[in-house]
């Protein structure tokens, strides 16, 4: 290639392609040994970005309590050339201010930061700081002055090593290196973080003490050598738009009736929902009170807000789409507070929305789908209508803290529960609390009482609550508990081997289990509802919360979120930050941080989970959430969520994207039929082998032991074993292997006498697993069963039984599953999948990676381009023909088919006909 032929390249993707090949192309001849290049990122908030190994620089630091200094910038003054200007601040104030200078130099990445104090102000350290993550560094090994050591692969000590030296590297698992070089003494400490989060750290810079005066300043300067030849990127504004690498899509909301995308065919419901009595537990399944040797699964979506309230007529519409789609369940959720409103105390219903409301419930009763809710999520409640004189209404994190110890509040629940569960919906003619379809009820949602532990110190029922329980123990067990003192713990991590902390859970444990019991006895005995019952499903879950689910839970119930946004200056408003990376590369996304949350003999759900928009690998979050439930013979999933918005609901075209509404997002909901398939109908099979963990109920009484939280154990045996807890009774047996409490934490990675396969890396445990193909480095992942097969990969091909899909110009997630019930070789009708990204038009990101949202955007929505090359074994190929679908299942087009070596051929593009893009197809031998 020419440099004139270069010129005439018009868009700056494939001006920067070229430049990089051409780049690498002179490295390799001069360098026999060079590799692909590697990018290094400044960006705007004075982070370096490594792109390989995955490792981010940030500067930062800590004040005497140890709270930490954020980086913050004004996104819309962004510089794209000079010192890059930052402050940081722990709580709203910008103490200190901060410049960055980033450039390349003789091969190596120098960094220079300087920080100057606005107030006069004392540090416990002024740093640079990266994460380094379990995936890549565990196992690996650093090497500083005359010492070295490794990356323990399970947690030992805090601190790694810490010194002064003028050079340091550290190595990954696989052998990458970054060599970090300083033009003076410098402290440096690598610390092991898994008492908090799966992590390393690595900091270098002022780690001790330091006062410093007004305007007075301090910097930090090293330079970074990595193994690869490294390419300096600056982090600029970039826009999306329709043109070279975008194409307009037009979105139909509505299923068209009978075509290949209408799932109600398939099976899923079967109208109305509690025609077969109550869905009730056995053993790890649910089943229905008239079928009880036929386990059930549901699959459903969470309505939120104005959602949940609608007109007849629309009301009949969504129940009907959303049967369509494939879902037998819905989850009402942020209801209540729209329920009361108008009520002085927050309790009495509303009329009119009660009216809409039961339009809405009726409607997806009649279309076969059954309901799960939460007694309190956000109702607001007045101060003063609990008992406590002060004005304003509680907000919803408060309330949940206070109706456990709190009388005032827990009545206040109880009286509107008791309003809401005897209304009779006009429609069925049956109360709330008679309603059979009204399967699951979650008590408190998300209010796991570790979720509050830095706070409830301040709450004087809590306080008088711990030290209740705290006088009974010393009286029924003087000698266990006579040094435990009678204050709250302070803020700080509840696991750590302290018998104080100990105490405080098994407290927890025990005011939970009281709880529940008085929820339960209200609900049934005063109130006849016979909803099954669970409670905490949100993010603090410590190993004696398991004896609470074993006691008290029907089932037991958790949330995930991958690309979940982190708001950067206000509550819900942009600029909002998501990580939006392969999600397959990372050892704990979504749903495998959960298998250990699961019990044997109950049944398992997760009422929330999203891959969340605008994330760009969302589209794998289909088959990968499918693939792991399936496996895990889990009960439930539910998105979170369709809507917010009843209005969007009525008015039929659909919104810009958001970031949870399915309803928005034509992506998502693409990707959802894959989980339907796959978990739903129940394409792959469950496990047969099961790794159990053992929790013997004396070994939980005791003040020794170490309360770990119960996800941060080993995600990777998720692809190949059944996990779960056992709770009590006599130790498991029939499990191809159980492990016990507390000797399963203490054991090294290398000691296989523990637990086998913990050591292993994910290959060798998915080999066991022939339906899956997992390369965690290079981020794809392979799903091979009779009815669906497909994958996701950034680049190359895709080989899953039938299917192969050689990818192009964009990573993709590419799957096919039969519609007709068959197995994919004799299926006469099938859909094809070919998921790349979908945006709003005009939407904004701080940089190429696309981490930090400015801008939503809005309509149209646009796809990014990619191709994708399939063939397909299927029986007398040349009878078949491939069309084109709308997101609403109508064909648009014929798609040009061949026929090679007994495979039906055709090309996947999301370019499209006629500039609408096109993301599914339909195959059919007609």
């Known amino acids: 290639m020419t440099k004139k032929d270069i010129m005439k390249i018009t868009t700056k993707r494939t001006q920067f392609m070229v430049r990089l090949i051409l780049l690498i192309a002179g490295l390799l001849i001069t360098s026999p040994l060079a590799t692909l290049a590697t990018e290094v990122t400044a960006t705007a908030k004075g982070y370096l970005e490594i792109d390989n190994p995955p490792v981010i620089f940030k500067p930062g630091y800590y004040t005497e309590k140890w709270s930490y200094g954020n980086t913050v910038i004004d996104y819309s003054k962004i510089k794209e050339e000079g010192p890059i200007q930052f402050s940081m601040n722990p709580f709203g104030k910008k103490e200190i201010d901060g410049s960055a200078t980033i450039t390349k130099t003789d091969g190596a990445i120098k960094a220079e930061y300087t920080f100057k104090a606005k107030t006069e102000i004392t540090l416990n350290s002024l740093l640079v700081g990266a994460t380094l993550s379990l995936d890549d560094f565990a196992g690996g090994s650093w090497k500083c002055n005359d010492k070295s050591g490794v990356f323990p692969k399970e947690y030992k000590d805090l601190f790694v090593m810490h010194g002064h030296t003028r050079s340091i590297m550290i190595t990954a698992a696989d052998g990458r290196t970054i060599r970090i070089m300083f033009p003076e003494e410098t402290r440096v400490l690598i610390q092991d973080n898994r008492r908090w989060t799966e992590s390393y750290t690595l900091r270098i810079g002022h780690l001790s003490k330091l006062a410093l005066k007004k305007d007075e300043s301090r910097s930090i300067n090293f330079s970074i050598i990595l193994q690869a030849p490294t390419i300096l990127n600056r982090e600029k504004p970039i826009t999306i738009e329709a043109g070279a690498d975008w194409t307009p899509l037009k979105v139909e909301l509505d299923i068209e009736k009978g075509s290949a995308l209408d799932f109600s065919q398939l099976g899923f419901t079967d109208a109305p929902a509690g025609k077969y009595g109550r869905v009730i537990t056995k053993g790890p399944h649910f089943v229905f009170e008239k079928m009880p040797d036929k386990p059930q699964r549901f699959y459903g979506v969470n309505f939120c807000f104005s959602a949940n309230y609608l007109e007849k007529e629309t009301a009949e519409m969504i129940a009907k789409r959303l049967a369509r789609i494939g879902y037998n369940s819905i989850r009402i959720h942020h209801h209540d507070n729209t329920m009361v409103s108008g009520s002085p105390d927050a309790t009495d219903l509303n009329k009119e929305e009660m009216r809409k409301f039961d339009n809405f419930t009726a409607a997806c009763i009649k279309e076969g789908l059954y309901i799960s809710t939460d007694l309190y999520v956000s109702r607001r409640v007045p101060w003063k209508a609990i008992g406590i004189d002060k004005p304003g209404s509680i907000s919803q994190t408060e309330f949940k803290k206070l109706v456990p110890v709190h009388e005032g509040a827990y009545n206040n629940l109880k009286k509107y529960v008791t309003n809401w569960m005897t209304h009779v919906n006009p429609n069925t003619g049956r109360s709330y609390a008679q309603e059979p379809a009204l399967a699951w009820i979650n008590l408190l949602n998300e209010a796991n009482f570790g979720n509050y532990y830095s706070e409830i110190k301040n709450i004087p029922e809590w306080t008088t609550a711990w030290q209740k329980w705290l006088t009974e123990k010393k009286r029924l067990e003087p000698d266990k508990y006579k040094s435990i003192p009678d204050f709250v713990p302070e803020n700080g991590e509840l696991s750590k081997d302290d018998p104080h902390c100990a105490a405080f859970l098994l407290f927890f444990r025990d005011l939970e289990i009281d709880m529940v019991n008085k929820f339960r006895s209200f609900l049934q005995d005063e109130l006849g509802c016979k909803a099954l019952i669970t409670n905490a499903n949100g993010w603090s879950h410590f190993l004696p919360d398991h004896f609470t689910r074993a006691k008290t839970y029907d089932y037991i119930d958790d949330h995930f979120y991958v690309d979940h946004p982190h708001f950067l200056q206000k509550k819900w408003s942009l600029p909002s930050r998501c990580p939006n990376t392969n999600p397959v590369k990372s050892i704990s996304y979504g749903g495998r941080r959960e298998i250990y949350m699961r019990h044997f003999d109950k049944p398992f759900t997760i009422t929330e989970y999203n891959f969340s928009a605008p994330g760009r690998f969302r589209g794998v979050g289909g088959i990968l959430t499918g693939t792991m439930a399936a496996l895990q013979d889990w009960s439930g999933l539910w998105r979170f969520a369709y809507s917010h918005n009843g209005n969007s609901l009525a008015r039929g075209t659909a919104p810009t994207i958001g970031y949870f509404d399915m309803l928005n997002d034509p992506l998502s909901l693409a990707a959802e039929r894959a989980s ?121 091909t895709i080989k899953a039984g039938v299917l192969s899909a050689d990818i192009s110009e964009s990573a993709a997630t590419v799957w096919v599953s039969s519609v007709d019930k068959k197995p994919l070789a004799k299926s006469r009708r099938m859909i094809l999948t070919h998921l790349t990204d979908i945006q709003n038009t005009g939407i904004k990101y701080a940089g190429e990676k696309r981490q930090i949202l400015l801008k939503w955007g809005g309509l149209p929505h646009v796809v990014r381009n990619g191709k994708a090359k399939i063939t397909l074994k299927a029986e007398s190929p040349e009878k078949y023909k491939v069309y084109a679908l709308t997101t609403g299942g109508r064909r648009v087009a014929a798609i040009s088919t061949s026929v090679s070596n007994g495979l039906l051929c055709f090309e996947a593009k999301t370019t499209g006909l006629n500039n609408n893009a096109v993301i599914i197809y339909e195959i059919v031998r007609e």
Do not use: M
């Open 676 to 796: 339907i398939c796959l978990f739903l109908r129940q394409d792959i099979a469950p496990l047969q082998k099961s790794a159990v963990i053992y929790l013997p109920e004396e070994k939980f009484n005791s003040l020794d032991n170490r309360y770990y939280k119960s996800k941060n154990l080993w995600h990777a045996l998720g692809w190949s074993r059944k996990t779960g807890v056992q709770v009590g009774g006599p130790k498991p047996q029939g499990y191809t292997h159980t492990a016990s409490y507390p000797e399963v934490f203490e054991q090294y990675i290398e000691d296989k006498t523990v637990i086998p396969f913990i050591g292993s890396d994910i290959d060798t445990l998915v080999k066991e697993n022939k339906a899956l193909t997992i390369d965690n480095k290079s981020g794809t992942f392979v799903i091979t069963t009779d009815r669906t097969c497909g994958g996701f990969t950034e680049k190359g």
